[in-house]
C-alpha cells in the first residue's frame, strides 16, 4: 500500500491523468478560480490548420479516439513547473462526461498495456548504473521516456476521429531530435495519415509543451494546438470539438521542421554554449533568412474569419500610434490578434527583417461585428545596442511599420524617416564578450513600389528622444536598527533557512512550501512557493509536536517519479509518514496553463487574472514569494523547460510576466519573483554551463523581457538563474546585478539565487554566498550552516566587507518588516 501511494503522488507529479482524489467537493474558491480561467482557455489553443469540418454539431456524438494523450493527458510540465491540482481528468474521461460515445476503448485498453511494459523498462534500465537511491535521484531527474512504437489493431474508417499525440518536458533533461520527442514516431506518423485519410472528420490534437515536428502530415486538415491548459486541459478540448469554446491562440513560437530549425549556435554542450546566432532569435532568423517555415510566429487559424483596415496612423513625438478596425467575415465568433513589426535601416548595424513592437487582441466578434484596435510604441523602447559605442541607438535611415496577423503576413502601413543617428541611451559595456563574431544577415526581401506609394510618410524629430546618460551610481539604505544587528544575525539574513521549524519559523510554515528567509531578527520569514503554473504546494499535512505544519510526503516526492519501486521504498522510509492518530489537513491550489500557453493567448488581460488567481491562493496560504513568472526565451526549441517560458520574442515575454506580476502584487503580502536571470536557456549542466554571447545579443534578446516587466509592474524579487554568462555566475556578477538590474532597471527589490545544491562543477567554480553579496545579492538559496559560515568566515579574513553585508540584509530586512506591518494591519 505504501509504494502505492509513492506512485500516485509520483504520477501526479508528471501532470498524467490519474488523480488521487475521485469525484472531489470543490471548495468555493477552487470552482471560482477554475471558471474564471476556463473562460480564457480557447483563446490559448491554436488551430494551426482548418477544413471546416469542426466544430461538431450536436448530434454528432460517436467518436473515436486514438493517440497517447487520450488517457495520458499533460496537463503541465514536470519540475518545479507543476501543480498538484485537487483533480484532473483526461480527455476520454472529459468526452465521456459531455455525453459522448467513446468507441476505441479496446485500443486504449491495449495503448495502456504497451505503456506501462515499455515505462517499466525504462524505469530499470535509468536506475542500473547506480546503487545508491539518492544518487539514483538526482541523476535521473527530469529524465522522460521517449514515446515508444507499437503495433495495436485501430479501426481505420469511419465518421469522426481524434488523435490526441502528448509529450512531456520537465527541469533537469532537454528535448532531443529523435523519434518519441521532437520527431513523430513511426507508428504516430502511420496511424495520423491513416485516420485522416479513413474518417470522413478527422483532427490531429497537440498536447504538448513545445513544437513538434509535423513534416509529412500534409493532408491532415485539421491540426490543433491544445497546448497543457492545467486543470481544465481535457474540458478545454472536448468544447473547442463541440463549439461551446473556439480557438484564438497564436503561435508565441515558431513550428517548422527539425531540420529548419538553426544550426548556428550551440545548444547543449556541457561547459560552455555559444550564443553564435545573436539576434537571430526565433522569427528574427526565419524573417530574415527567408526560411519557409511551416506555422510562423504568430500564426493561429479560429473558427471563423478576419479582415483588417488600417483606419489612421500618426505620429507624436516619438510614439506612433495606428488604430485598426478588424471585422468578422466569417460564420463563428471569435478573436483577431493584430500585430505591428518594425523594420529598420540598414545603416550603421545589421537588423532583423522585422521585430514585434505592439499587438492588441480584439474583443470577442461575432459575424459581421467590428472592434477598432489602438496600437502604438515609441521608437526609443526599440533602440538597438551598439557595442562599440555602448549605447542604444537609432540609426539614421527609413524605418518599415508593418502590421498583420502574423510575421509572415505583414504589410506596410507607415514609413518613418529618421536623418541623423540618435544615441538614446548612454551606458558602459558590461558582461565580457565572447571569442566568436556574431551572425549576420540582411534579408533580400524587398516591399513592391506599390505597397510603399501610398502609405503615410513621417519624419522623426532627434528632438522628441531625451538622451539618458546611466551613471551607475546608485546608493542604498541601511536603516539603523539592521547596522545595530549582531554580524551574525546579518550574515544568516542573508541565507536562506534550511532549519527544522521551530519557533516564529513553525507559525509561518506552508506544507510544500520551496523555502524561506532565515528569521534571524525575530522578523517574520519570508515564505516561498514554486510555479511557474501556479502554486507548487503539498496537498495533504498534518501540524508536528513544534506547532509546525508538514506535508504527509517527502521533501523529495517531486525527484522520486524516475526510481524503481526499490529505490522508492528506501527513501520514502528516510521520511516516514504522520503518526496513525494525526489529524490529516488539505489544501488545493490552481493550476492555470503553462507559461507558453498563456503567452498563445496574446491576452494581456489573461496573463492578470491568472497572476490574480495565483496572489488570491498566496494570501490564503501566507505564502509570501512565488517562485515565478519564468520568463526566459525560447532560444532553442530543445530546451527542457520552455513550457515554463513563454516565447521566442522578448516584447511579448515581457508583457505577459508584467501583466502576471500585476495581478499578483495587488494582494496583501504576495510578490513574484522574476526567474532565471538570465540567458538560462538549456537544462544541459545548467549549474555548470556558461551562456557565452554578444552585449548586444544579451541586451536585445535575452535581458529585454526583464527590463520590460520590471519597468511596467515593479516585481518585488528576481532569481538568479544557475549558469554563467561569458565565464562569470550570474548570482555572482556585480555587472549584472548592481550595473544592469539595479541601476539601468532601476530594480529595488531583492535578488536571490536559484537552489544552489550543486557540489561539482566540471569547468567553473561553484557559487560562493560572499561573491553573491558582493554583487549586491541578498539571498543564497536554499542556505544552510555551510553558507552561513562561509560569510562569516569572508568578514573574519576581510574579503567580504561589513557595508557590504549590511546592504545586502537590509533590504532583505525591510521587506519582512513591510510584509509583518502589513500583516498585523
Avoid at 44 to 64: A, H, M, Q, W
Avoid at 287 to 311: E, I
Avoid at 386 to 406: F, P, Q
Avoid at 423 to 449: A, E, H, I, M, R
Amino acid at each position: 500500500m505504501k509504494l502505492l501511494n509513492i506512485f500516485v503522488i509520483a504520477v501526479a507529479y508528471v501532470g498524467l491523468t490519474w488523480s488521487a482524489v475521485t469525484n472531489p467537493t470543490l471548495s468555493d474558491y477552487e470552482k471560482e478560480h477554475i471558471n474564471a480561467i476556463d473562460s480564457y482557455l480557447g483563446e490559448c489553443t491554436v488551430l494551426l490548420r482548418s477544413n471546416g469540418d469542426f466544430p461538431l454539431n450536436s448530434r454528432e456524438k460517436d467518436i473515436y479516439l486514438f493517440g497517447n494523450g487520450v488517457r495520458k493527458t499533460v496537463k503541465g510540465g514536470t519540475g518545479s513547473g507543476d501543480v498538484k491540482s485537487h483533480f484532473f481528468e483526461n480527455i476520454e474521461e472529459a468526452f465521456i462526461n459531455e455525453g459522448y460515445n467513446v468507441l476505441s476503448k479496446d485500443f486504449l485498453d491495449q495503448y495502456d498495456e504497451v505503456y506501462e511494459k515499455a515505462h517499466k523498462t525504462f524505469i530499470e534500465e535509468l536506475n542500473k548504473p547506480f546503487d545508491d537511491p539518492m544518487m539514483a535521484m538526482f541523476n535521473t531527474m527530469g529524465a522522460i521516456m521517449e514515446e515508444p512504437e507499437y503495433d495495436i489493431p485501430y479501426t481505420k474508417k469511419g465518421n469522426i476521429a481524434i488523435y490526441v499525440l502528448s509529450r512531456i518536458s520537465g527541469e533537469g533533461t532537454d528535448r532531443t531530435v529523435k523519434t518519441g520527442d521532437v520527431l513523430l514516431t513511426k507508428t504516430e506518423e502511420e496511424m495520423i495519415k491513416t485516420l485522416a485519410a479513413g474518417f470522413k472528420k478527422f483532427m490531429l490534437v497537440l498536447n504538448t509543451g513545445g513544437p513538434v515536428d509535423l513534416s509529412g502530415l500534409d493532408k491532415v486538415k485539421n491540426i490543433l494546438v491544445l497546448s497543457q491548459l492545467g486543470v481544465n486541459t481535457s474540458k478545454t478540448l472536448v468544447q473547442i470539438i463541440n463549439g461551446k469554446k473556439y480557438p484564438s491562440g497564436k503561435l508565441a513560437t515558431t513550428w517548422t521542421k527539425a531540420s529548419d530549425y538553426p544550426k548556428i549556435g550551440d545548444f547543449g554542450e556541457a561547459n560552455d554554449t555559444n550564443y553564435k546566432e545573436g539576434i537571430y532569435v526565433g522569427y528574427r532568423y526565419f524573417d530574415s533568412a527567408d526560411v519557409d517555415v511551416m506555422f510562423p510566429f504568430g500564426f493561429g487559424l479560429g473558427y471563423t474569419k478576419f479582415v483588417h483596415n488600417v483606419r489612421s496612423v500618426k505620429l507624436v513625438g516619438e510614439v506612433f500610434h495606428v488604430d485598426v478596425d478588424v471585422i468578422n467575415i466569417g460564420l463563428h465568433k471569435g478573436k483577431e490578434v493584430i500585430q505591428l513589426y518594425l523594420s529598420k535601416p540598414q545603416t550603421t548595424l545589421d537588423e532583423p527583417y522585422q521585430i514585434l513592437v505592439a499587438y492588441e487582441k480584439t474583443k470577442e466578434l461575432g459575424p459581421g461585428k467590428i472592434d477598432t484596435l489602438q496600437l502604438k510604441f515609441k521608437f526609443s523602447d526599440f533602440a538597438s545596442y551598439h557595442t562599440g559605442k555602448a549605447a542604444y541607438i537609432l540609426d539614421k535611415g527609413c524605418y518599415t511599420i508593418r502590421l498583420g496577423n502574423s510575421s509572415r503576413d505583414t504589410k506596410p502601413c507607415a514609413k518613418v524617416t529618421l536623418k541623423s543617428m540618435i544615441t538614446v541611451k548612454q551606458l558602459k559595456n558590461k558582461l565580457g564578450k565572447p571569442d566568436f563574431t556574431d551572425y549576420s544577415v540582411v534579408s533580400k526581401k524587398k516591399d513592391s513600389l506599390l505597397s510603399l506609394i501610398f502609405v503615410p510618410k513621417f519624419t522623426l524629430s532627434p528632438s522628441s528622444i531625451k538622451k539618458v546618460t546611466e551613471k551607475y551610481d546608485k546608493t542604498y539604505s541601511v536603516p539603523d536598527e539592521v547596522k545595530a544587528l549582531s554580524t551574525e544575525e546579518k550574515a544568516k539574513l542573508v541565507v536562506g533557512d534550511m532549519d527544522d521549524p521551530v519557533g516564529v519559523v513553525a507559525k509561518y510554515t506552508v506544507p510544500g512550501e520551496a523555502g524561506r528567509t532565515h528569521p534571524a531578527t525575530g522578523v517574520r520569514p519570508l515564505v516561498m512557493a514554486d510555479g511557474p503554473a501556479g502554486l507548487r504546494l503539498a496537498n495533504d499535512y498534518f501540524i508536528d509536536e513544534n506547532g509546525a505544519a508538514r506535508s504527509t510526503e517527502s521533501p523529495f516526492a517531486s525527484m522520486t517519479i524516475n526510481l524503481t519501486d526499490e529505490f522508492l521504498a528506501i527513501v520514502n522510509s528516510m521520511f516516514p509518514p504522520p503518526s496513525e492518530d494525526a489529524e490529516i489537513f488539505h489544501q488545493y491550489s490552481t493550476a492555470i496553463p503553462i507559461g507558453t500557453a498563456v503567452a498563445q493567448s496574446w491576452n494581456k488581460e489573461f496573463a492578470e487574472k491568472c497572476g490574480d488567481i495565483v496572489g488570491t491562493e498566496m494570501e490564503m496560504f501566507r505564502v509570501n514569494l512565488w517562485l515565478a513568472p519564468a520568463l526566459n526565451i525560447h532560444r532553442s526549441i530543445l530546451c527542457g523547460r520552455n513550457f515554463e517560458y513563454y516565447s521566442e520574442d522578448p516584447l511579448i515575454t515581457g508583457l505577459t510576466a508584467a501583466n502576471m506580476v500585476k495581478g499578483v502584487q495587488k494582494h496583501k503580502n504576495a510578490f513574484v519573483t522574476l526567474k532565471h536571470f538570465a540567458a538560462n536557456n538549456q537544462e544541459t549542466n545548467r549549474s555548470g554551463n556558461s551562456s557565452n554571447a554578444s552585449e548586444r545579443a544579451l541586451r536585445e534578446i535575452y535581458l529585454k523581457g526583464f527590463e520590460i516587466a520590471v519597468r511596467e509592474a515593479n516585481p518585488k524579487a528576481i532569481m538568479c538563474s544557475y549558469n554563467l554568462i561569458n565565464g562569470v555566475r550570474t548570482n555572482e556578477s556585480k555587472e549584472l546585478i548592481n550595473d544592469i538590474l539595479r541601476n539601468e532597471f532601476d530594480f529595488n527589490g531583492i535578488v536571490m539565487t536559484d537552489w544552489e545544491v550543486a557540489k561539482f562543477s566540471e569547468k567553473y567554480p561553484l557559487p560562493q554566498p560572499s561573491n553573491v553579496v558582493k554583487a549586491t545579492g541578498n539571498v543564497f538559496m536554499p542556505g544552510g550552516e555551510e553558507n552561513y559560515l562561509q560569510i562569516m568566515e569572508s568578514i573574519e579574513n576581510k574579503t567580504l566587507s561589513i557595508k557590504d553585508l549590511e546592504i545586502s540584509a537590509a533590504m532583505i530586512y525591510k521587506l519582512a518588516k513591510e510584509v509583518e506591518k502589513a500583516e498585523n494591519n
